[in-house]
């Protein structure tokens, strides 16, 4: 510690607070100034020249300022005047007034109410299916041929689509099979009924040229999807705008719409009534023809062969049928032929026959169970039941079995 820091503790150790500010009322002889050392780096202690001049007056009580006490309520200042009445600028503030915060940290953010706001719109899933479906039944009865008036694809497609988005394709999907189910079940059966007082054949035919119809506005895109013929002026209606449902819905869930609308019309139609029977015993009596000499229609036996490929019903309708009345044939041919022909004419013609018999499968792409339970027939038939005809001749035997 330096000597004068010593010397004024000292001075002043003995005194108390109220004597310090008695003294300061005083003249000083000495004051002490701090004077800028010529280095900048420190601060040396100059004492004045004159040190009455650097003392501080007293102030008399009379003029120091008096605090009034005011316990009225503070006075509203209007902020956005001035003394002359005109508006101040953004940053003119009063002396002495103090800008209240505009939100309180202690009190959180304050909520604001905003009236005559009209409440969110809650969308109607179950009011848009029934405007949909209302668009789409008229589209319906427009491809059923039942209506005629126009329509947007686009649209179709778009309304479905949003069906199928908002968790609906379910409900969608069964009131379409009801609609085709209407249709099948109704005008198309109808009209195929009226065929039954008809020939078999005839009936076949009416039941094709249904199958096909239905083909061609609902199911296949492209007319050889099915084989079932060749169709012009397709509409491809399925598949215009009830692709999404299918893609979307029922593809991962490993069906398909054709599917679908492929079994509708076989349980409809192939119902096990008298037009299943009649539609049936048509495709035999084609080939019934063609073995008694007569013209085979061979487009239309080939399109019943494939429809009953397509609605799967060749194994359970088609094939026992054929096999029945190929049984009997065989049978009678050969017992007449047998007792009628020599020899050598029997075989000759039993093998004619054979080859027949194979051509005709092989040209309408019949089963292998088909031919192989035809094959059988014929050797049962030929050959087995008339060994004593045979008996002496083992080659004809050979040469008639190796089909």
């Given at each position: ?354 080859k027949t018999e194979l051509s005709r499968v092989e040209a309408f792409s019949l089963d292998l169970t088909t031919r192989n339970e035809l094959l059988s027939q014929l050797d049962y038939h030929l050959v087995y039941r008339h060994q004593d005809k045979l008996g002496n001749l083992p080659f004809c035997q050979a040469a008639m079995t190796r089909f």
């Amino acid at each position: 510690m330096s000597p004068p820091s010593r010397e004024r503790k000292r001075k002043y150790s003995n005194q108390t607070i109220s004597d310090l500010f008695t003294a300061q009322q005083k003249p000083v002889p000495v004051t002490e100034h701090l004077v800028d050392s010529p280095t900048g780096k420190r601060f040396r202690l100059e004492k004045a020249s004159n040190a009455a001049a650097l003392a501080p007056s007293p102030i008399a009580v009379k003029n120091m300022y008096e605090f009034k006490k005011n316990n009225n309520k503070a006075e509203v200042v209007d902020l956005t005047k001035t003394d002359s009445g005109s508006r101040t600028s953004n940053n003119a503030r009063p002396t002495g007034v103090v800008r209240r915060p505009i939100m309180n940290p202690h009190g959180g953010a304050k909520r604001l109410v905003v009236k005559n706001m009209k409440p969110p719109v809650r969308f109607d899933k179950a009011k848009y299916l029934e405007e949909v479906w209302v668009k789409l039944d008229n589209i319906l009865d427009i491809v059923f041929q039942t209506a005629t008036t126009s329509f947007s694809l686009e649209e179709a497609y778009r309304s479905i689509e949003n069906v199928v988005r908002q968790n609906n394709a379910e409900e969608l999907l069964q009131r379409l099979e009801k609609k085709c189910s209407a249709y099948i079940g109704g005008p198309m059966k109808d009209g195929l009924k009226e065929k039954l007082n008809q020939e078999s054949v005839e009936v076949l035919k009416a039941v094709l040229s249904a199958w096909a119809l239905w083909v061609k506005q609902l199911v296949c895109p492209h007319p050889n999807l099915f084989e079932v013929m060749s169709l012009t002026d397709q509409k491809e209606i399925i598949n215009l705008f009830w692709t999404y449902l299918d893609r979307a819905y029922l593809v991962p869930k490993q069906r398909n719409l054709k599917d679908i609308l492929v079994w509708l019309f076989r349980d409809i139609i192939f119902d096990g009534s008298e037009l299943e029977n009649a539609t049936v015993l048509g495709a035999c009596n084609l080939i019934t023809a063609d073995r008694q000499g007569g013209c085979l229609d061979q487009k239309t036996l080939g399109d019943a062969v494939k429809m009953f490929h397509a609605i799967q019903r060749y194994t359970t309708l088609f094939e026992p049928k054929f096999l029945a009345i190929s049984q009997d044939f065989v049978n009678n041919w050969a017992n007449k032929n047998a007792a009628d022909l020599s020899l050598p004419q029997y075989v000759r013609e039993s093998l004619q026959l054979i080859k027949t018999e194979l051509s005709r499968v092989e040209a309408f792409s019949l089963d292998l169970t088909t031919r192989n339970e035809l094959l059988s027939q014929l050797d049962y038939h030929l050959v087995y039941r008339h060994q004593d005809k045979l008996g002496n001749l083992p080659f004809c035997q050979a040469a008639m079995t190796r089909f």
